[in-house]
């Protein structure tokens, strides 16, 4: 199971609803419609998950 950086569901990314792959990572999502707002601007929720695995390092 991985996170969908859009709503925070997680997906199965054996079987996910929806994916993409945007600079040599895939990215899983709970629907198209997350997958879609990804793609609008995703260095707005790959910054997003950075911050929250550096917030999870310093605890």
């Known amino acids: 199971m991985v996170k969908d950086l859009v709503c925070g569901m997680m997906v ?3 079987n996910p609803p929806a994916q ?3 600079k040599g990572e895939m ?3 709970c629907s198209m419609d997350c997958k879609v707002k990804f793609s609008e601007n995703p260095e707005k929720y790959i910054a ?4 929250e695995e550096k917030k999870g390092k310093s605890i």
């Open 12 to 14: 199965d990314k054996k």
């Open 20 to 22: 993409t792959l945007y």
């Open 27 to 29: 990215y899983y999502f």
């Open 48 to 51: 997003s998950k950075q911050q």
